[in-house]
């Protein structure tokens, strides 16, 4: 898994972590071999928020993911504010993937988390522009009848408001 910064291969029916591998240096590879909800635990550890951890362990716990497996779920994921190696705060996606091994028809888990603090930042910066042309469009149209957004490089005008006719 390319850019992966922790992933953990867990067998759900045995209860045991079967391997660890990612980029993270803070995660240790002895975590092989541990229970899932002991892996979940110390992973806890490098969310920041208080309610970001409650619903990460919520979610992960190996009878969560017992649970999710017998509800039909295959995957699911949370985004959480988590510290990184370099000790900043970033985003991270922490995803789950359950399937059953044919060979031994264990519960098997894959776990890993991912950095989308670039999505994350960027779907931000979208919506405070859209905030922003919203709180301009609605000054505007308390004083002006017609309302519109010229694009000088595309060549195009839209009309927003159109009350003079």
């Known amino acids: 898994m ?63 993911l017992i649970n999710a497996y017998h509800n039909g779920t295959a995957q699911f994921d949370q985004v959480v504010r988590a510290n990184y190696d370099d000790n900043g705060a970033k985003y991270a996606r922490l995803a789950a993937r359950l399937i059953l091994n044919p060979s031994n028809d264990h ?16 779907k931000y910066s979208h919506d405070a ?16 009848l017609n309302i519109f957004l010229i694009d000088p490089n595309a060549k195009t005008a839209t009309i927003l408001k159109n009350l003079s006719s």
Do not use: W
């Open 2 to 64: 390319p850019n992966a910064l922790g992933i953990f291969h867990m067998d759900v029916t045995d209860d045991v972590c079967l391997s660890v591998g990612g980029d993270a240096a803070a995660i240790p590879k002895e975590f092989s071999k541990y229970t899932i909800d002991h892996v979940v635990e110390d992973l806890e550890n490098f969310i920041s928020d208080e309610k970001e951890k409650s619903d990460f362990i919520s979610h992960f716990s190996r009878k969560a």
């Open 107 to 122: 519960i098997e888990c894959v776990i890993y988390g991912v950095d989308v603090t670039e999505e994350i930042m960027k």
């Open 129 to 144: 522009t859209i905030k922003d042309q919203l709180d301009i469009f609605n000054a505007l149209g308390k004083d002006y």
